[in-house]
């Protein structure tokens, strides 16, 4: 496994690490699905050990996988490890009985029972988990006030900072000074990694770490769903109703999959190398965090761990999603 160092920090994470937004399950908040179909834990346990021994040190969490569901099972699956790894965690989607999720005593409370679930004194990092900081802004500076004074409690390492947009990325970065950020990335949709955007610019500025979810396209880049029969989810999936899985949306990628699947392979750990090491080749990416469900699902994303692509098979993935 190889490791890469985080923007300016001391924090090294493995290139291919976990994201644990599945472990969370079925989910509601605010009346809105935001979960997945539910986990085996033993499965989860399996997948999460494996990785271990092939040097995976970075898991990524938040308050509100499962409302908490998702961090209590970690904890329980590293035990007594739990400090041997990287553990992310965010605030922002669980609102609780606040106003607002981004009040500070909010804020503080959420990390307190991060903190509890996780069984740790501390988070590695702690992300604000979206750019919406209400109206005009208004909860921004007191969170950042609050987030920073977390950190020098010593309850937190570094800050980071989720978000959706340029817009959002612009104008946080310059004051929330995250060391690590995070949004979708894929081969099918990088526009926070390419050249000369805004996001990009700011990455290059301020030596920032960038952290991709959703980098195999939720199971799209695997080729896993076919137009003609399109996926069905059940109630509490947030997939359900998302448009990437519907039929029109899914025949206009799938003659790209078949040019992957001739160019790299059809199998799903081929599949996952071209799609993870695609953007583990921009230098700005300190890991991707695919999801996972179940062991055979780690060993495919780690089959890419130390299989880079070369020039040649990036720009050939590049032009396929760009064309």
């Known amino acids: 496994m190889k ?87 965010k605030v922002g989607w669980f609102p609780g009985t606040a106003e607002h999720p981004y009040e500070p005593q909010h804020i503080r409370h959420q990390l307190e029972q991060s903190l509890v679930n996780l069984k740790r004194d501390y988070v590695d990092i702690y992300y604000f988990h979206h750019g919406d900081f209400g109206p005009n802004d208004i909860y921004l500076d007191d969170a950042i006030e609050v987030m920073n004074r977390l950190k020098d409690e010593g309850k937190i390492r570094i800050i980071g900072q989720s978000a959706y947009s340029h817009a959002d990325f612009e104008k946080l970065i310059p004051r929330v000074k995250p060391d690590v950020i995070q949004s979708f990335a894929s081969a099918i949709d990088y526009r926070f990694l390419k050249e000369g955007t805004p996001t990009r610019k700011l990455l290059d500025e301020y030596q920032i770490s960038f952290i991709a979810f959703g980098p195999l396209a939720q199971g799209i880049l695997l080729g896993k769903y076919s137009s003609a029969n399109p996926p069905q989810f059940e109630f509490g999936d947030h997939r359900a ?5 519907k039929p029109e949306n899914l025949a206009k990628v799938e003659p790209k999959i078949e040019l992957l699947k001739q160019k790299f392979g059809s199998s799903n750990r081929e599949l996952a190398r071209a799609a993870l090491q695609f953007l583990l080749h921009f230098s700005q990416v300190g890991a991707v965090i695919p999801g996972f469900r179940n062991l055979e699902q780690v060993k495919s994303n780690l089959y890419a761990a130390d299989n880079p692509l070369t020039e040649e098979e990036f720009e050939f993935i590049r032009k396929v999603f760009e064309e």
């Not at 490791?3 to 920090?9: A, E, F, N, S």
Request: aromatic fraction near 10%; include cysteine.
């Open 3 to 89: 490791y890469r160092k985080l923007g300016k920090t001391d924090i090294s994470i493995s290139e291919i690490s976990l994201g644990c937004w599945t472990m969370g399950g079925l989910n509601w908040v605010n009346g809105i699905p935001n979960g997945w179909a539910n986990v085996d834990e033993k499965e989860i346990a399996e997948a999460i050990n494996y990785a271990i021994d092939q040097g995976v040190n970075h898991f990524d969490n938040a308050d509100v996988y499962g409302n908490g569901r998702a961090e209590r099972m970690l904890a329980r699956i590293l035990g007594k490890r739990t400090y041997d790894f990287i553990i992310a965690t």
């Open 241 to 245: 109703n998302a448009d990437r899985f």
